[in-house]
Nanobody, 114 residues
Framework: VQLQASGGGLVQPGGSLRLSCAASGINFRLYDMAWYRQAPGKERELVARISSGHITNYADSVKGRFTISRDNVRRSVWLQMNSLKPEDTAVYYC?????????WGRGTQVTVSS
């Protein structure tokens, strides 16, 4: 399983970023996909999840600002992040639960700062 995440960067408060994750090595359409994040000194936390049936759920802290989506043909999942806040600063990770184990992509840094 390989998860290749991209799209992070530095953005001002109120700005937007779109993270992408391309998956390989799995039958993508069968699996729920998720984005997690980990800020310095904090535990990794779930940001958003999208099921194989395109049902989504979000952390309370990002509801109304972030949108997760997927394309099973392109085997990709995206996280559209709007109205970004400094507290969204973290390393963001793409995730899939495969064969009973969490699989992680290399994280992508998101920094929200003026």
């Amino acid at each position: 399983v390989q998860l290749q995440a991209s799209g992070g960067g530095l953005v001002q408060p109120g700005g937007s970023l779109r993270l992408s994750c391309a998956a390989s090595g799995i039958n993508f359409r069968l699996y729920d996909m998720a984005w997690y994040r980990q800020a310095p000194g904090k535990e990794r936390e779930l940001v958003a999840r999208i099921s194989s049936g395109h049902i989504t759920n979000y952390a309370d802290s990002v509801k109304g600002r972030f949108t997760i989506s997927r394309d099973n043909v392109r085997r990709s999942v995206w996280l559209q992040m709007n109205s970004l806040k400094p507290e969204d600063t973290a390393v963001y990770y793409c995730n899939v639960l495969y064969a009973g184990a969490d699989r992680w992509g290399r994280g992508t840094q998101v920094t929200v700062s003026s």
